[in-house]
Protein backbone atom coordinates (compact mmCIF):
# COMPACT_ATOMS: atom_id res chain seq x y z
CA UNK A 1 0.00 0.00 0.00
CA UNK A 2 2.60 2.91 1.06
CA UNK A 3 4.81 1.76 -2.28
CA UNK A 4 1.70 2.15 -4.77
CA UNK A 5 1.17 5.51 -2.65
CA UNK A 6 4.95 6.42 -3.18
CA UNK A 7 4.78 5.14 -6.61
CA UNK A 8 1.80 7.54 -7.32
CA UNK A 9 3.25 10.10 -5.89
CA UNK A 10 6.23 10.27 -8.44
CA UNK A 11 4.25 10.13 -11.13
CA UNK A 12 2.29 12.71 -9.83
CA UNK A 13 5.74 15.18 -9.25
CA UNK A 14 6.46 14.17 -13.27
CA UNK A 15 5.15 16.16 -16.13
CA UNK A 16 1.97 14.95 -17.56
CA UNK A 17 1.09 15.45 -21.24
CA UNK A 18 -1.90 17.81 -21.20
CA UNK A 19 -4.14 15.26 -23.42
CA UNK A 20 -3.29 12.68 -20.52
CA UNK A 21 -4.94 15.46 -17.76
CA UNK A 22 -7.97 16.26 -20.12
CA UNK A 23 -8.22 12.11 -20.38
CA UNK A 24 -8.30 12.29 -16.68
CA UNK A 25 -11.38 14.71 -16.32
CA UNK A 26 -14.16 13.31 -14.10
CA UNK A 27 -15.07 13.16 -10.95
CA UNK A 28 -14.30 16.83 -10.62
CA UNK A 29 -16.48 17.81 -13.83
CA UNK A 30 -18.79 15.75 -12.24
CA UNK A 31 -19.05 17.81 -9.06
CA UNK A 32 -19.70 20.74 -11.37
CA UNK A 33 -23.11 18.73 -13.06
CA UNK A 34 -24.20 17.94 -9.57
CA UNK A 35 -23.71 21.82 -8.33
CA UNK A 36 -24.82 23.81 -11.65
CA UNK A 37 -28.41 22.78 -10.91
CA UNK A 38 -29.53 24.20 -7.72
CA UNK A 39 -27.10 26.73 -6.75
CA UNK A 40 -26.07 28.17 -10.05
CA UNK A 41 -29.36 28.11 -12.54
CA UNK A 42 -31.35 29.41 -9.48
CA UNK A 43 -29.99 30.63 -6.22
CA UNK A 44 -27.05 32.58 -8.57
CA UNK A 45 -29.03 33.96 -11.11
CA UNK A 46 -31.79 34.96 -8.58
CA UNK A 47 -28.78 36.81 -6.79
CA UNK A 48 -27.96 38.78 -9.47
CA UNK A 49 -31.52 39.51 -10.13
CA UNK A 50 -32.86 40.80 -6.71
CA UNK A 51 -29.30 42.14 -5.27
CA UNK A 52 -27.75 42.95 -8.67
CA UNK A 53 -23.62 42.56 -8.17
CA UNK A 54 -24.14 43.11 -4.25
CA UNK A 55 -23.87 39.52 -3.09
CA UNK A 56 -21.00 38.88 -5.90
CA UNK A 57 -18.35 39.29 -3.15
CA UNK A 58 -19.94 36.60 -0.97
CA UNK A 59 -20.44 34.41 -3.66
CA UNK A 60 -16.43 34.46 -3.48
CA UNK A 61 -15.93 34.32 -0.21
CA UNK A 62 -18.01 31.32 0.22
CA UNK A 63 -16.41 29.65 -3.13
CA UNK A 64 -13.15 30.21 -1.72
CA UNK A 65 -13.72 29.41 1.60
CA UNK A 66 -15.28 25.84 1.02
CA UNK A 67 -12.33 24.76 -1.25
CA UNK A 68 -10.42 23.18 1.15
CA UNK A 69 -12.90 20.82 2.54
CA UNK A 70 -14.47 19.92 -0.86
CA UNK A 71 -10.52 19.27 -1.94
CA UNK A 72 -10.30 16.94 1.19
CA UNK A 73 -11.93 14.43 -0.62
CA UNK A 74 -9.65 14.33 -2.90
CA UNK A 75 -6.82 14.47 -0.95
CA UNK A 76 -7.93 11.96 1.89
CA UNK A 77 -8.76 9.56 -0.59
CA UNK A 78 -5.91 9.24 -3.41
CA UNK A 79 -3.85 9.23 -0.50
CA UNK A 80 -4.93 6.47 1.96
CA UNK A 81 -7.21 4.32 -0.69
CA UNK A 82 -10.24 5.04 1.44
CA UNK A 83 -13.42 7.66 0.85
CA UNK A 84 -14.55 10.18 3.24
CA UNK A 85 -17.52 8.05 4.17
CA UNK A 86 -14.39 5.43 5.43
CA UNK A 87 -13.01 8.67 6.92
CA UNK A 88 -16.14 9.57 8.65
CA UNK A 89 -16.37 5.71 9.69
CA UNK A 90 -12.82 5.55 11.39
CA UNK A 91 -13.34 8.68 13.58
CA UNK A 92 -16.77 6.53 14.66
CA UNK A 93 -19.69 5.50 14.10
CA UNK A 94 -21.81 8.01 15.46
CA UNK A 95 -20.30 10.00 12.94
CA UNK A 96 -21.28 7.97 10.40
CA UNK A 97 -24.99 7.47 11.69
CA UNK A 98 -25.82 11.41 11.44
CA UNK A 99 -23.87 11.53 7.83
CA UNK A 100 -25.85 8.40 6.38
CA UNK A 101 -29.06 10.13 8.24
CA UNK A 102 -28.54 13.79 6.30
CA UNK A 103 -27.30 12.06 3.28
CA UNK A 104 -30.72 10.09 2.91
CA UNK A 105 -32.88 13.26 3.73
CA UNK A 106 -30.53 15.00 1.04
CA UNK A 107 -30.51 12.68 -1.61
CA UNK A 108 -34.48 11.78 -1.43
CA UNK A 109 -35.66 15.78 -1.72
CA UNK A 110 -33.12 17.10 -4.30
CA UNK A 111 -33.71 14.63 -6.48
CA UNK A 112 -37.45 14.86 -6.32
CA UNK A 113 -36.85 18.96 -6.56
CA UNK A 114 -34.20 17.93 -9.64
CA UNK A 115 -36.57 15.32 -11.06
CA UNK A 116 -39.97 18.25 -10.95
CA UNK A 117 -37.21 20.54 -12.70
CA UNK A 118 -36.18 18.62 -15.71
CA UNK A 119 -39.94 17.44 -16.35
CA UNK A 120 -41.17 20.94 -16.29
CA UNK A 121 -38.20 21.73 -18.84
CA UNK A 122 -39.04 18.52 -21.01
CA UNK A 123 -42.99 19.67 -21.49
CA UNK A 124 -41.07 22.59 -23.97
CA UNK A 125 -40.48 19.52 -26.33
CA UNK A 126 -43.73 17.16 -25.77
CA UNK A 127 -46.03 18.09 -28.37
CA UNK A 128 -49.09 17.77 -25.98
CA UNK A 129 -50.08 17.92 -22.64
CA UNK A 130 -48.74 14.98 -20.36
CA UNK A 131 -48.77 15.28 -16.51
CA UNK A 132 -46.19 16.53 -14.78
CA UNK A 133 -45.82 13.39 -12.50
CA UNK A 134 -45.99 11.57 -15.81
CA UNK A 135 -43.39 13.24 -17.58
CA UNK A 136 -41.06 12.86 -14.36
CA UNK A 137 -41.67 9.02 -14.76
CA UNK A 138 -40.54 9.44 -18.23
CA UNK A 139 -37.36 11.17 -16.68
CA UNK A 140 -36.63 8.99 -14.20
CA UNK A 141 -36.86 6.40 -16.66
CA UNK A 142 -34.33 7.43 -18.92
CA UNK A 143 -31.78 8.17 -15.95
CA UNK A 144 -32.30 4.63 -14.50
CA UNK A 145 -31.60 3.40 -18.19
CA UNK A 146 -28.16 4.90 -18.80
CA UNK A 147 -26.83 4.42 -15.07
CA UNK A 148 -27.64 0.69 -15.20
CA UNK A 149 -26.35 0.60 -19.02
CA UNK A 150 -22.80 2.70 -18.56
CA UNK A 151 -22.91 3.56 -15.40
CA UNK A 152 -19.62 5.61 -14.39
CA UNK A 153 -18.32 6.15 -18.07
CA UNK A 154 -21.72 7.11 -19.60
CA UNK A 155 -22.57 9.34 -16.80
CA UNK A 156 -18.69 10.94 -16.86
CA UNK A 157 -19.21 11.58 -21.14
CA UNK A 158 -22.52 13.32 -20.18
CA UNK A 159 -21.58 15.76 -17.71
CA UNK A 160 -18.74 16.60 -19.56
CA UNK A 161 -20.73 17.49 -22.41
CA UNK A 162 -23.47 19.11 -20.24
CA UNK A 163 -21.23 21.42 -18.76
CA UNK A 164 -19.18 22.55 -22.04
CA UNK A 165 -22.60 23.47 -23.58
CA UNK A 166 -24.15 25.08 -20.63
CA UNK A 167 -20.76 27.59 -20.25
CA UNK A 168 -20.20 28.32 -23.46
CA UNK A 169 -23.74 29.11 -23.95
CA UNK A 170 -24.25 31.26 -20.49
CA UNK A 171 -21.19 33.24 -21.41
CA UNK A 172 -22.40 34.47 -25.06
CA UNK A 173 -25.60 35.54 -23.58
CA UNK A 174 -23.93 37.43 -20.69
CA UNK A 175 -21.46 38.72 -23.39
CA UNK A 176 -24.92 40.09 -25.61
CA UNK A 177 -26.06 41.17 -21.99
CA UNK A 178 -23.16 43.99 -21.50
CA UNK A 179 -23.55 45.19 -24.92
CA UNK A 180 -27.34 45.88 -23.95
CA UNK A 181 -28.20 45.68 -20.49
CA UNK A 182 -31.64 46.75 -18.90
CA UNK A 183 -32.51 50.04 -18.18
CA UNK A 184 -33.93 50.14 -14.37
CA UNK A 185 -36.96 51.56 -13.77
CA UNK A 186 -36.57 55.44 -12.50
CA UNK A 187 -38.46 54.47 -9.26
CA UNK A 188 -36.48 51.33 -8.74
CA UNK A 189 -35.11 51.30 -5.49
CA UNK A 190 -31.95 48.22 -5.09
CA UNK A 191 -32.58 46.19 -2.07
CA UNK A 192 -29.98 45.75 0.40
CA UNK A 193 -28.69 42.29 1.03
CA UNK A 194 -27.36 43.61 4.58
CA UNK A 195 -30.68 43.24 6.20
CA UNK A 196 -32.34 40.65 8.38
CA UNK A 197 -35.35 40.37 6.04
CA UNK A 198 -32.53 38.94 3.34
CA UNK A 199 -30.57 36.83 5.81
CA UNK A 200 -33.02 33.85 4.65
CA UNK A 201 -32.29 33.77 1.34
CA UNK A 202 -28.60 34.11 2.13
CA UNK A 203 -28.33 31.78 4.04
CA UNK A 204 -29.88 29.51 0.95
CA UNK A 205 -27.21 30.47 -1.73
CA UNK A 206 -24.08 30.20 1.12
CA UNK A 207 -25.97 26.56 2.11
CA UNK A 208 -26.08 25.26 -2.01
CA UNK A 209 -22.82 27.21 -3.37
CA UNK A 210 -21.04 25.93 -5.05
CA UNK A 211 -22.51 22.73 -3.56
CA UNK A 212 -23.59 21.10 -0.18
CA UNK A 213 -20.54 20.17 1.47
CA UNK A 214 -21.50 16.07 1.26
CA UNK A 215 -20.77 16.15 -2.58
CA UNK A 216 -17.21 15.94 -1.41
CA UNK A 217 -17.69 12.34 -0.29
CA UNK A 218 -19.65 11.94 -3.25
CA UNK A 219 -16.78 13.25 -5.37
CA UNK A 220 -14.71 11.01 -3.16
CA UNK A 221 -16.90 7.90 -4.29
CA UNK A 222 -16.29 8.67 -8.17
CA UNK A 223 -12.62 9.13 -7.77
CA UNK A 224 -12.34 5.96 -5.77
CA UNK A 225 -14.26 4.24 -8.87
CA UNK A 226 -12.15 6.25 -11.50
CA UNK A 227 -9.04 4.40 -9.63
CA UNK A 228 -10.40 0.94 -10.52
CA UNK A 229 -10.80 1.58 -13.89
CA UNK A 230 -7.71 3.82 -14.88
CA UNK A 231 -4.50 5.24 -13.33
CA UNK A 232 -5.17 8.47 -11.39
CA UNK A 233 -2.21 10.88 -10.15
CA UNK A 234 -2.10 13.49 -7.60
CA UNK A 235 -1.44 15.82 -10.43
CA UNK A 236 -4.24 14.64 -12.99
CA UNK A 237 -7.11 14.37 -9.62
CA UNK A 238 -5.84 17.73 -8.18
CA UNK A 239 -6.09 19.07 -11.98
CA UNK A 240 -9.77 17.64 -12.42
CA UNK A 241 -10.75 18.85 -9.14
CA UNK A 242 -9.31 22.24 -9.55
CA UNK A 243 -10.90 22.45 -13.26
CA UNK A 244 -14.46 21.46 -12.12
CA UNK A 245 -14.19 23.13 -8.46
CA UNK A 246 -12.86 27.05 -9.94
CA UNK A 247 -15.36 26.71 -13.25
CA UNK A 248 -17.93 26.03 -10.92
CA UNK A 249 -17.14 28.94 -9.01
CA UNK A 250 -16.60 31.58 -12.11
CA UNK A 251 -20.11 29.85 -13.41
CA UNK A 252 -21.72 31.70 -10.24
CA UNK A 253 -20.12 34.93 -11.33
CA UNK A 254 -21.20 34.23 -14.18
CA UNK A 255 -25.18 33.58 -13.61
CA UNK A 256 -24.93 36.41 -11.27
CA UNK A 257 -24.19 38.81 -14.03
CA UNK A 258 -27.09 37.53 -16.22
CA UNK A 259 -29.34 38.27 -13.89
CA UNK A 260 -27.91 41.49 -12.78
CA UNK A 261 -27.95 42.84 -16.55
CA UNK A 262 -30.95 41.18 -17.45
CA UNK A 263 -33.41 41.36 -14.96
CA UNK A 264 -32.21 43.57 -11.60
CA UNK A 265 -34.67 46.67 -11.90
CA UNK A 266 -36.49 45.39 -15.08
CA UNK A 267 -39.69 45.57 -12.79
CA UNK A 268 -40.40 41.18 -13.90
CA UNK A 269 -41.48 39.50 -10.51
CA UNK A 270 -39.77 36.26 -10.13
CA UNK A 271 -41.07 33.43 -9.51
CA UNK A 272 -41.18 32.13 -6.37
CA UNK A 273 -40.76 28.54 -7.53
CA UNK A 274 -37.73 27.03 -8.73
CA UNK A 275 -40.00 25.13 -11.72
CA UNK A 276 -41.25 28.86 -12.68
CA UNK A 277 -37.86 30.68 -12.66
CA UNK A 278 -36.21 27.84 -14.28
CA UNK A 279 -38.98 29.04 -17.36
CA UNK A 280 -38.34 32.55 -16.33
CA UNK A 281 -34.59 31.53 -16.73
CA UNK A 282 -35.21 30.30 -20.49
CA UNK A 283 -36.82 33.15 -21.39
CA UNK A 284 -33.99 35.40 -20.27
CA UNK A 285 -31.86 33.98 -22.42
CA UNK A 286 -34.07 34.31 -25.45
CA UNK A 287 -35.10 37.85 -24.88
CA UNK A 288 -31.36 38.46 -25.09
CA UNK A 289 -29.33 36.27 -27.58
CA UNK A 290 -32.68 36.49 -29.30
CA UNK A 291 -36.34 34.70 -29.91
CA UNK A 292 -35.36 32.09 -32.21
CA UNK A 293 -32.82 30.66 -29.46
CA UNK A 294 -35.85 29.68 -26.78
CA UNK A 295 -36.12 25.87 -27.70
CA UNK A 296 -32.35 25.75 -28.06
CA UNK A 297 -31.83 27.53 -24.89
CA UNK A 298 -35.26 25.04 -22.97
CA UNK A 299 -32.74 22.11 -24.54
CA UNK A 300 -29.73 23.05 -22.83
CA UNK A 301 -31.49 23.78 -19.52
CA UNK A 302 -32.94 20.68 -19.30
CA UNK A 303 -30.30 18.76 -20.39
CA UNK A 304 -28.57 20.59 -17.35
CA UNK A 305 -31.15 19.83 -15.12
CA UNK A 306 -31.24 16.29 -16.29
CA UNK A 307 -27.33 16.31 -15.64
CA UNK A 308 -27.73 17.27 -12.10
CA UNK A 309 -30.02 14.85 -11.47
CA UNK A 310 -28.63 11.77 -13.00
CA UNK A 311 -25.50 12.64 -10.93
CA UNK A 312 -26.87 13.14 -7.76
CA UNK A 313 -29.25 10.01 -8.09
CA UNK A 314 -25.78 8.19 -9.04
CA UNK A 315 -23.49 10.20 -6.20
CA UNK A 316 -25.83 10.02 -3.19
CA UNK A 317 -26.67 5.83 -4.26
CA UNK A 318 -22.89 5.38 -3.80
CA UNK A 319 -22.42 7.24 -0.45
CA UNK A 320 -25.30 5.46 0.84
CA UNK A 321 -24.50 1.89 -0.61
CA UNK A 322 -21.13 2.47 1.18
CA UNK A 323 -22.53 3.64 4.26
CA UNK A 324 -24.56 0.59 4.65
CA UNK A 325 -21.31 -1.41 3.63
CA UNK A 326 -19.47 0.54 6.80
CA UNK A 327 -22.75 0.18 8.96
CA UNK A 328 -23.49 -3.79 8.55
CA UNK A 329 -19.99 -4.28 7.96
CA UNK A 330 -20.35 -6.25 4.64
CA UNK A 331 -18.74 -6.67 1.65
CA UNK A 332 -19.51 -4.08 -1.03
CA UNK A 333 -21.50 -5.43 -4.11
CA UNK A 334 -22.95 -4.12 -7.13
CA UNK A 335 -26.81 -5.28 -6.18
CA UNK A 336 -25.79 -3.24 -3.23
CA UNK A 337 -25.51 0.10 -5.40
CA UNK A 338 -28.22 -0.56 -7.94
CA UNK A 339 -30.46 -1.32 -4.90
CA UNK A 340 -29.69 2.28 -3.10
CA UNK A 341 -30.09 4.13 -6.88
CA UNK A 342 -34.16 2.43 -7.58
CA UNK A 343 -34.80 3.17 -3.50
CA UNK A 344 -33.58 6.86 -3.99
CA UNK A 345 -35.07 7.58 -7.57
CA UNK A 346 -38.71 5.54 -6.18
CA UNK A 347 -38.93 7.98 -3.23
CA UNK A 348 -38.08 11.06 -5.08
CA UNK A 349 -40.84 10.12 -7.71
CA UNK A 350 -43.32 9.10 -4.29
CA UNK A 351 -42.49 12.83 -3.29
CA UNK A 352 -43.12 14.22 -6.96
CA UNK A 353 -46.44 12.60 -7.15
CA UNK A 354 -48.32 12.93 -3.46
CA UNK A 355 -46.61 15.44 -1.76
CA UNK A 356 -45.61 17.99 -4.63
CA UNK A 357 -47.36 21.03 -2.71
CA UNK A 358 -44.93 20.82 -0.17
CA UNK A 359 -41.91 19.53 -2.16
CA UNK A 360 -40.71 23.66 -2.59
CA UNK A 361 -41.09 23.37 1.80
CA UNK A 362 -38.80 20.59 1.71
CA UNK A 363 -36.28 22.14 -0.63
CA UNK A 364 -35.95 25.00 1.51
CA UNK A 365 -35.45 22.85 4.26
CA UNK A 366 -32.85 20.56 2.37
CA UNK A 367 -31.27 23.65 1.84
CA UNK A 368 -30.99 25.34 4.58
CA UNK A 369 -30.27 21.58 6.61
CA UNK A 370 -27.11 22.00 3.84
CA UNK A 371 -25.86 25.43 5.70
CA UNK A 372 -26.58 23.90 9.13
CA UNK A 373 -24.18 21.28 8.73
CA UNK A 374 -21.67 22.56 6.56
CA UNK A 375 -19.19 23.84 9.00
CA UNK A 376 -19.42 20.61 10.71
CA UNK A 377 -18.77 18.49 8.06
CA UNK A 378 -16.21 20.98 6.51
CA UNK A 379 -14.59 20.58 10.44
CA UNK A 380 -14.23 16.89 9.67
CA UNK A 381 -13.02 16.75 6.65
CA UNK A 382 -10.33 18.90 8.09
CA UNK A 383 -9.98 16.92 10.90
CA UNK A 384 -9.21 13.74 8.55
CA UNK A 385 -6.97 15.01 6.00
CA UNK A 386 -4.65 16.56 8.66
CA UNK A 387 -4.62 13.63 10.57
CA UNK A 388 -3.94 10.92 7.36
CA UNK A 389 -0.54 10.58 6.46
CA UNK A 390 -0.41 11.41 2.57
CA UNK A 391 2.48 11.74 0.03
CA UNK A 392 3.66 15.06 0.22
CA UNK A 393 1.88 16.12 -3.16
CA UNK A 394 -1.34 15.42 -1.21
CA UNK A 395 -0.55 16.74 2.31
CA UNK A 396 -2.09 20.08 3.68
CA UNK A 397 0.24 22.25 3.05
CA UNK A 398 0.89 25.84 5.62
CA UNK A 399 -1.52 28.03 3.32
CA UNK A 400 -4.36 25.29 2.98
CA UNK A 401 -4.71 24.78 6.55
CA UNK A 402 -4.76 28.48 7.52
CA UNK A 403 -7.13 28.79 4.45
CA UNK A 404 -9.22 26.03 6.26
CA UNK A 405 -8.84 27.86 9.71
CA UNK A 406 -10.61 30.98 8.06
CA UNK A 407 -12.80 29.27 6.40
CA UNK A 408 -14.35 27.37 9.58
CA UNK A 409 -14.77 30.37 11.40
CA UNK A 410 -16.66 32.07 8.46
CA UNK A 411 -19.11 29.26 8.10
CA UNK A 412 -19.17 28.61 12.03
CA UNK A 413 -19.73 32.76 12.31
CA UNK A 414 -22.42 32.61 9.75
CA UNK A 415 -24.18 29.37 11.02
CA UNK A 416 -24.60 31.86 14.74
CA UNK A 417 -25.73 34.08 12.61
CA UNK A 418 -28.39 32.19 11.00
CA UNK A 419 -29.19 30.85 14.65
CA UNK A 420 -29.25 34.40 16.06
CA UNK A 421 -31.95 35.59 13.77
CA UNK A 422 -33.82 32.61 13.67
CA UNK A 423 -34.55 31.42 16.85
CA UNK A 424 -33.08 33.98 19.62
CA UNK A 425 -33.92 37.20 17.93
Not at 103 to 108: D, G
Not at 254 to 278: C, I, K, M
Not at 310 to 315: F, N, Q, W
Request: some cysteine; glycine content about 8%.
Amino acid sequence: MENTVKTTTKKAQTSTPLSSLIKSLGPGIMMAAAAVGGSHLVASTKAGAIYGWQLAALIILVNIFKYPFFRAGIQYTLGTGQSLVEGYSNLGRPYLVIFSILSTISAVVNTAALLLFSASLLSYFVPFDLAISTLCMIVLATCLIILFAGHYRALDTLSKAIMAILTITTLAAVAIAIGSPVEPDAAFVPPSPWSLAAIGFIVVTMGWMPAPIEISSITSMWLKSQKEKQEVTAQSALFDFNIGYIGTALLALVFVALGALVLHGSGVELSRSGVGFTHQLVGIYASTIGEWSRPLIALIAFFCIFGSTITVIDGYSRVLAESQRLLLKKESSPKMLQGWIVIVSITALAIVMFFSAALMTMLDFAMVLAFATTPFFALLNFILVSKAKLPEALAIGTKLKWLSVAGLVYLFGFLAVFVWWKWLM
